[in-house]
């Protein structure tokens, strides 16, 4: 059972950056890409980043281009998203994702399994 366990989310001011990491469990973690989405209130989950199990490629929504970097230590078991230049609307829950599927960069909808979340607010 794949298990994923996020961590450092937190209020910040505009402008302001925080590291959130994420923890796996349960499965060859290097075998597998990673992704982060995010749900702000009332609003559905959205995708933020992916990054394939090398780490050689990453996918990022436009909203966070030039903002946030995700990356990877296999050693660790973990993967990290960096987000930089943060503004009010990036607001939200924060969820680490891992697919069903081995495929390098996998489809929004392949991904199945899911952390318990953090909270990152922006204040203005």
């Known amino acids: 059972q794949v298990q994923l366990v996020e961590s450092g989310g937190g209020l910040v001011q505009a402008g302001g950056s925080l590291r959130l990491s994420c923890s796996a469990s349960?499965?060859?973690?290097?075998?597998?890409?990673m992704g982060w989405f995010r749900q702000a209130p009332g609003k559905g989950r959205e995708f933020v980043a992916a990054?394939?199990?090398?780490?050689?490629?990453?996918s990022y929504a436009d909203s966070v281009k030039g903002r946030f970097t995700i990356s990877r230590d296999n050693a660790k078991n973990t993967v990290y998203l960096q987000l930089n230049s943060l503004k009010p609307e990036d607001t939200a829950v924060y969820y680490c994702?891992?697919?069903?599927?081995?495929?390098?960069?996998?489809?929004?909808?392949?991904?199945?399994?899911w952390g318990q979340g953090t909270q990152v607010t922006v204040s203005s």
């Open positions: 990054i394939s199990w090398s780490g050689i490629r990453t």
């Open positions: 349960g499965r060859s973690f290097s075998t597998y890409a």
């Open positions: 994702a891992a697919p069903i599927t081995v495929a390098t960069m996998p489809q929004e909808d392949q991904y199945r399994y």
